[in-house]
């Protein structure tokens, strides 16, 4: 009996107030639209990490055949088979924890598999180059790619060696415009969440006091506390539910719409989320929606109706 009427009660409030709930739930919709958004920025750059640096790779540069501008390469000679031999076995004494693997790529392999794939006629900058004009490498895949940095300082001005690239720093500035963006989202996120506390609150305590008549009989005949605040705060309930899952199902069309349908059949090489990241998403964003309705609703009850 008590329920039917706690749920009489709240939807004859929600018919009228229709104008203020349909404003909670346009803010709570744009609010978790932001978090969501900043959500699944986060969870494509996660995404994009795992796959690109579970690849990447430091290209150990050996010294050429000729002049270098590196002290390491002053012989002006290419490290022979057995100074590379004794270079991997450097390697794997003084970094064989973070380093787990070594491939060896010799000039000519360089030249057959990489150069002649860019330049197809061997033509660079006016000049035809051949084998010999190219630069042997160490290939090293790395554990943990973080520790670029180990394997750099061991391995900088070493005989033999002419430079150290860590293929991270490729990736990392896209990285770095990806995060930004989430950081943009993500304050604009925090400012509409104080914006739909703020709503919410104020409507709901707007619901409350054009109904203090009727709160002041039902304490009279004896209503406990909760049964006089429930329904309001169920107002509340109800339209950030239905702001939230508008904003999940918004997000769910960008993904496909922008992401799926276009982006991923342009851009092959990159990995992208998809749907089950947003259904993944999903369920947090209802929940805090709903979350910060109760909260919001709860506080601003607690001066109009208190026991």
Known sequence: ????????????????????????????????????????????????????YDKVEVVVWLCPDGASQAASCASGTAPTDQEIVDLEDFIHQEAGKVVSNITYVSREDFYKNTFLKQYSNGEYQGRTLTAADMQGSLRLKLSDPTKYQVVSEILQGRDGVEDVQDQRKIFDPVFSVLNRATMVTVVLAVVMVV?????????????????????????????????????????????????????????????????????????????????????????????????????????????????
């Open 1 to 52: 009996m008590r329920l039917r009427f706690i749920l009489s009660e709240t939807w004859s409030s929600l018919k009228r107030n229709v104008p203020m709930l349909l404003s909670v739930m346009l803010v709570t919709f744009i609010s978790f639209l932001f978090i969501g958004a900043s959500s699944l920025m986060q969870a494509q750059i996660v995404e994009a990490k795992g796959e690109w």
């Open 195 to 307: 914006v739909a506390i703020m709503l919410t609150g104020t409507t709901i305590r707007m619901s409350a006091a054009s109904r203090k008549n009727e709160t002041e009989i039902m304490r009279l005949v004896g209503a406990s506390n909760w049964t006089i605040r429930l329904p309001f705060i169920l107002e509340g309930v109800f339209a950030s539910l239905i702001g939230s899952l508008l904003s999940v199902g918004v997000l769910s069309g960008i993904v496909k719409v922008f992401i799926t349908d276009w982006l991923a059949q342009n851009v092959q090489w990159m990995p992208f989320i998809n749907q089950k990241t947003v259904w993944f998403t999903a369920p947090a964003l209802v929940i805090g929606a709903v979350l910060l309705s109760v909260i919001a609703s709860s506080i601003s009850l607690r001066r109009y109706l208190k026991a």
